[in-house]
């Protein structure tokens, strides 16, 4: 009895934990995303847009554009139409990674139609000097925003299905390397504005924990409901 009250104490500590941590992580994305809105449409301040597009000129050249357009792509609109569906596909082999591939899905959709209604909210125009030819709004970055949500998923599936520690930090690590990345390279190429990029990444994670946070309910629900039909 001793053992098992000791083990359930344990327990309940690592999701007192767990639940302080994902706090804290959407708190601080809300906090993020609305700063950012205050200072570009309340406040009007530019420093921070500014001091990026001063740091990226420091160290310009064809050879760094080049690899910045490359590190683009992955989560340019051609990219993201084509490799969540590749993901749902494989993903569909494995009976215990269906679900996954439905939230990888649903995921990718809402995120990519509610950034283009925030975008028509805000109205915020592109960057007149950019470096590639880019239609649509700034804020925030449809990069930042569907690649933050994207490639966050997949970092969540990676913690709940890869068991060994080394690979799970491994993909981790460049998966969030790929992420800043694809970020700072869409303030390089000065298609962007460094708020529109941390906006992006603030609400690409803020509906990111929301979604999973929905879709375990209604997973939870569905697999209820399967077993007292099975019962």
């Known amino acids: 009895m001793k053992r098992f009250l000791q083990k359930f104490l344990s327990l309940l500590g690592l999701l007192s934990l767990e639940v302080v941590v994902l706090w804290a992580a959407f708190l601080g994305c809300l906090l993020l995303f609305l ?10 301040d530019t420093w921070l847009d500014e001091a990026l597009f001063r740091f990226a000129d420091s160290h310009t050249s064809p050879r760094v554009t080049q690899a910045m357009k ?5 989560a340019s609109a051609e990219y993201l139409l084509v490799v969540p569906p590749l993901v749902v596909l494989v993903f569909s082999f ?5 679900w996954f591939g439905l939230k990888v899905l ?6 990519s139609l509610l950034n283009q ?21 700034s804020f925030p970055s449809g990069h930042a925003m569907i690649g933050g949500s994207f490639y966050g998923l997949l970092i969540y599936i990676v913690w709940r299905t890869v068991h060994r520690a080394f690979w799970r930090w491994l993909l981790t ?6 992420l ?3 970020g700072y390279s869409r303030i390089y190429l000065k298609v962007h504005y460094a708020t529109d990029v941390l906006a ?10 929301v979604s999973v946070f929905l879709l375990r309910r209604v997973e939870r629900l569905f697999v209820k409901k399967v077993e007292q039909e099975e019962a």
């Open 94 to 98: 494995f009976k215990s990674m269906r």
């Open 117 to 137: 209604v925030m975008k028509r909210l805000f109205e915020r125009p592109r960057p007149a000097f950019a470096m590639l030819e880019q239609s649509g709004l």
């Open 180 to 182: 800043l990345l694809i």
């Open 70 to 74: 490359f590190i683009t792509f992955f």
């Open 200 to 209: 992006g990444y603030a609400m690409g994670m803020l509906w990111l924990m």
């Open 106 to 111: 649903l995921i990718s959709l809402s995120s």
């Open 173 to 178: 690590v460049l998966l969030t390397l790929l």
């Open 35 to 44: 700063f950012m809105a205050d200072e570009v449409f309340i406040q009007h």
